[in-house]
């Protein structure tokens, strides 16, 4: 398995360099790091006492890795979950915040592992996320892309805003579908067919 700092480096590589999408509630974001992170951490990367744009714009690779390893990684406590769920975890908690848990955390319920999607990673989640991979060890990462990607879809179903980010001008699958498919089997991937089936109500 990787190491956290390799998947924090993949993870930055996935997300890109500097953009302002007005559309994307995260604001300006550079290496997957949003402003509104720089600004909580107080990470004044410039050092003109002030934490705005042009911190978000000169933020490194390295400096985005750093942040991605403590703040979505160790801090939340994902090193506890099963060694196989901790990529597509983090990713999605780099992507989405503790929504991240709360989907893994109602999928355990689904599983038949209660758990209360309070997002966050305590003993409860650790307990029923280690059970439910004893009971499935060859399907949990598999079994938490598919709800990532249901959850993104589901998204995009009630903000017409963010359907962009799912589905492309031309129809084919967006930078969050192919993100969640990443992380499982290929067996589990959609067609494009079945795709655009998906999202043929969206305007």
Known sequence: MHTVQDIAKEIVAREGGFVDDPDDPGGATN??????????????????????????????????????????????????????????VFDMYVNSGSNAVKILQKLLSEMGFPCTPDGIVG????????AAFEAAPAHMADAYA?????????????????????????GGKGGWILRAEEFMAARYRLTEAQHCERTASWA
């Open 123 to 130: 003993p409860q989640t650790i307990r029923q996320a280690q």
């Open 31 to 88: 290496h997957g790091v949003t402003i509104a992170t720089l600004r909580r951490l107080g990470f004044d990367t410039t050092g003109d006492g002030r934490v705005g744009v042009e911190d978000v714009h000169a933020l490194t690779r390295t400096q985005a890795e750093t942040i991605f390893v403590e703040h979505y990684f160790r801090r939340p406590g994902l090193s506890n979950l099963p060694d196989p769920l901790q990529p597509g």
């Open 146 to 170: 598919i709800a990532r990607r249901n959850w993104y879809y589901a998204l995009a179903d009630k903000r017409a805003s963010s359907r962009k980010y799912a589905r492309r001008k031309d």
